[in-house]
Nanobody
C-alpha cells in the first residue's frame, strides 16, 4: 500500500504561482512514477504532469512551459510548480502513483491522494 497526501492548494490571482506537494508513505516511493491530474468543476479528470522513477518528465501540452514537476526521493515527495496561473487552471489537483512508468491515463494508476483545491481568480 502507498498513501499519498497533497498539499499547497489555495486561492490565487491570475499570473500568480503556486507549488503543490505530494508526500508518500508506505511502499517504495522511488520505484514509482508519480503523476498529477486535475478535475475542474463539471469536467473530466485530465492529466497534468508526471515524473518517472528515473526522473523522466511528461507534461500535458497546455502545461508545458508553465508547470514543472520534480521529485525528492529522500523526502518521498513530488512537487508541481505552477507559474502564470490562469482561471482555467482552477481545479482539484490529485497526485497518483504507479510502478515505474508514467502514463497519461488515470485508469493506469493504483494509488491516489485526496486532492488539493486550486482556485485562480481573474
Amino acid at each position: 500500500q502507498m498513501q499519498l497526501v497533497e498539499s499547497g492548494g489555495g486561492l490565487v490571482r491570475t499570473g500568480d504561482s503556486l507549488r503543490l506537494s505530494c508526500t508518500a508513505s508506505g511502499r517504495s516511493f522511488d520505484s514509482h512514477a508519480i503523476s498529477w491530474f486535475r478535475q475542474a468543476p463539471g469536467k473530466e479528470r485530465e492529466f497534468v504532469a508526471a515524473i518517472t522513477w528515473r526522473y523522466g518528465t511528461l507534461y500535458a501540452d497546455s502545461m508545458k512551459g508553465r508547470f514543472t514537476v520534480s521529485r525528492d526521493n529522500d523526502k518521498s515527495t513530488v512537487s508541481l510548480q505552477m507559474n502564470s496561473l490562469k482561471p482555467e487552471d482552477t481545479a482539484v489537483y490529485y497526485c497518483a502513483a504507479r510502478k515505474l512508468i508514467a502514463t497519461m491515463r488515470d485508469s493506469d494508476y493504483e494509488y491516489w491522494g485526496q486532492g488539493t483545491r486550486v482556485t485562480v481568480s481573474s
